[in-house]
């Protein structure tokens, strides 16, 4: 069965900290992972991996894929309350869609 | 990415009633999914919504309980029948147009049953 794990599942950080969130998957015919952030309802999209190594970044956010070791990171520079949400991580199950999500990092960011 | 339209954005309903939530996209779409997250926990799947055919569901879920239309690649339903408090959930649409874009949600609706 497919899985994606996340850790941790909360964290409390002060503005300005830099965090990192972890994702790791044991999906058959791996294709992609894919990190959305969640503030109320929908999901927000923010990288897709296919590739190892290759850095993904937009703004204060980056993240990486390691294909041998099966997993991700996302990281978060000189955070701010506004990075306040659920981290969502997921990758696509063994056919195509639909998405097999882990359960999420709740990150809060106090002033 | 394209837009998902989806209503109500939230609802508070009776036990024994049901609930239809749609979803309009903004371009043709292949595969649409209706996923579901509990309070506190992540999105579950509860079908893949096929155009022409019967939807395919995930397991614990059962055409009964959440029936889906799909009459066209544009537009998908999801009711919620017979409704108890622990169908309490937020619902979500999620569509994608090819295996390698990433899938996109609706704005989600936020069900309550009393």
């Known amino acids: 069965e497919d899985k994606v794990v996340q850790s941790p599942l909360s964290l409390v950080v002060h503005e300005g900290d830099t965090v990192t969130l972890n994702c790791s998957y044991e999906v058959t015919n791996f294709r992609s992972l894919l990190w959305y952030k969640q503030e109320k309802k929908a999901p927000t999209f923010l990288f897709m991996l296919?590739?190892?190594?290759i850095e993904k970044k937009s703004g204060r956010l980056s993240s990486i894929l390691d294909k041998k070791e099966l997993f991700s990171i996302l990281n978060i520079t000189a955070t701010q309350t506004g990075d306040s949400a659920v981290y969502l991580c997921?990758?696509?199950?063994?056919?195509?869609?639909?998405?097999?999500f882990g359960k999420g990092t709740r990150l809060s960011v106090i002033a | 990415s394209a837009v998902i339209s989806q209503k109500p954005s939230r609802d508070i309903c009776q036990r024994g009633t049901s609930l239809t939530i749609q979803c309009q996209v903004d371009s043709q779409v292949t595969m649409m999914f209706w996923y579901r997250q509990q309070p506190g926990q992540s999105l579950t799947l509860i079908a893949t919504a096929n155009q022409g055919s019967e939807a395919t569901y995930e397991s614990g879920f059962v055409i009964d309980k959440f029936p889906i239309s799909r009459p066209n690649l544009t537009f998908s339903t999801l009711t919620v029948s017979n409704m108890s408090p622990e169908d309490s959930s937020i619902y979500l649409c999620s569509a994608d147009r090819t295996m390698n874009t990433e899938a996109f949600f609706g704005q989600g609706t936020r069900l309550t049953v009393v």
């Open positions: 296919t590739s190892s190594g």
């Open positions: 997921a990758a696509p199950n063994s056919g195509n869609t639909p998405l097999v």
